[in-house]
């Protein structure tokens, strides 16, 4: 059975960082491209990035260009998003998913920025 | 980057109705359409990939058609655990988008 499972989601204050972690089994990690979708409360989803099944190729929204970063760990079966100069608006729940249909998610983990 | 406008908003229809979700994109996306269910309070779950193609385990009351630019999804008899939101998703080229979705409600 597939299985994504989020975590490292919390509060945060503006501009400080955080690190999520998305652990994944039941299917083949680095075969698979891996992606970030997020969901403000009470809105949409949003893609948020991309990253390719061995890690040589990341894609990003261009909100979060130049302030987020996607990563792997394919020995772990892990995929990380490491967020810096947070913004309110950078609150959502953010789900794991697998590429390239967004096949299979995770539960979400809650990212709150707030002072 | 590729507008994905969904209608209507909001749909209320009868169990046992035929409906219809529609979905336009802003340019051409070859067919690169999913849609998706997200039930209140859970992560999304994938009907269809590439316009018309139903993921396992989904029931076949779900069908999806399109091309281009415009695309549907039919519920060919609403049942009372449909209800939901429904996005669609293209994933011709980056960035990605959906739509902002469409409510489904019963009668």
């Known amino acids: 059975e597939v299985q994504l499972v989020e975590s490292g989601g919390g509060l945060v204050q503006p501009g400080r960082s955080m690190k999520l972690s998305c652990t994944a089994s039941?299917?083949?990690?680095?075969?698979?491209?891996m992606a970030w979708v997020c969901q403000a409360p009470k809105k949409g989803l949003e893609w948020v990035a991309t990253i390719s099944y061995d890690g040589s190729d990341t894609y990003y929204r261009d909100s979060v260009k130049g302030r987020f970063t996607i990563s792997r760990d394919n020995a772990k079966n892990t995929l990380y998003l490491q967020m810096d100069s947070l913004r309110s608006e950078d609150t959502a729940t953010y789900y794991c998913?697998?590429?390239?249909?967004?096949?299979?998610w995770g539960q979400g983990v809650m990212v709150t920025v707030s002072s | 980057d590729i507008q994905m406008t969904q209608s209507p908003s909001v749909l209320s229809a009868s169990v046992g109705d035929r409906v219809t979700l529609n979905c336009k994109a802003s340019q051409n996306i070859n067919k690169y359409l999913n849609w998706y269910q997200q039930k209140l309070g859970e992560a999304p779950k994938l009907l269809i990939y590439?316009?018309?193609n139903l993921q396992t385990g989904i029931p076949s009351r779900f069908s999806g058609s399109g091309s281009g630019t415009d695309y549907t999804l039919t519920i060919s008899s609403l049942q009372p655990e449909d209800v939901a939101t429904y996005f669609c998703?293209?994933?011709?080229?980056?960035?990605?988008?959906f739509g902002s979705g469409t409510k489904l409600e019963i009668k």
């Open positions: 998703f293209h994933h011709n080229n980056w960035p990605l988008t």
């Open positions: 039941g299917f083949t990690f680095n075969n698979h491209d």
């Open positions: 998913t697998r590429a390239l249909w967004f096949d299979y």
């Open positions: 590439n316009t018309n």
